[in-house]
């Protein structure tokens, strides 16, 4: 199984399918299985590769806050592209993982073709208590706490992004009036409402609406 090491932490990826590279970021409390699903139906014409984020799936999972800044949650994605040699490449991001494909794009945009929203957390987020859920692991109860409290703001550098950007999502998500937000200052955005969902959309339906939207775009590659 392949893992990266980085300083002290060792991350788990995959990687499937030949072509033009795709960074797949599972959601909160998600990991490489679930994102298998949704990375599937692209492994035809693209790399796909899945990253189990720090403290999620089979990546190490230290009790240390600081490692989960929305910075160095992108470094370890940015690093992880490095040591597979690759350039230029998309980025999906899924509810959460989405403001770390934001800033992965803001930071790194130069390695960016496109990037696709799926469900995606919204721009700005205050500090706050997480739900109580007694469910939860003693690990994801952490990263719940964690990520709650750890403010993130790029509103106001959307308008940097200059990669081709889809958003996906529910039209009756929670998110809806965010994507609305994002779209409206993403100058080369597409805003895809889907009719008759909430947060979690299918996989199946979300490769239907990516995969022509790919192939639209200038200077599309696939082999």
């Not at 899945?50 to 989960?68: E, N, T, W």
């Not at 100058?187 to 490769?207: R, V």
């Amino acid at each position: 199984m392949p893992y990266l090491n980085i300083d002290s932490v060792r991350l788990y990826y995959e990687v499937h399918g030949r072509g033009f590279p795709m960074l797949w970021l599972p959601p909160l409390l998600g990991d490489h299985v679930s994102m298998r699903a949704f990375a599937q139906p692209f492994t035809k014409l693209y790399t796909t590769v899945i990253l189990d984020l720090l403290g999620h799936g089979l990546s190490d999972k230290p009790k240390v806050a600081k490692l989960y800044s929305y910075e160095n949650l992108v470094d370890h994605c940015y690093r992880l592209i490095q040591h597979l040699g690759i350039n230029k490449h998309d980025i999906v991001g899924i509810s959460w993982s989405g403001r770390i494909a934001i800033l992965y794009t803001l930071l790194h945009q130069d390695r960016v073709r496109s990037l696709v929203l799926i469900s995606s957390s919204g721009p700005k987020h205050k500090v706050a208590k997480p739900p109580n859920n007694p469910e939860l692991s003693d690990i994801e109860r952490f990263l719940m706490e964690t990520i709650w409290q750890t403010p993130y703001d790029v509103l106001n550098h959307l308008k940097n992004i200059q990669v081709p950007t889809l958003i996906l999502i529910g039209d009756q998500d929670p998110r809806l009036e965010a994507a609305r937000l994002m779209h409206a200052n993403i100058p080369k955005s597409t805003l895809i409402i889907i009719n008759g969902y909430g947060h979690h959309l299918e996989s199946m339906l979300c490769a239907q609406k990516i995969l022509p939207w790919l192939r639209g775009l200038s200077g599309y590659i696939a082999k």
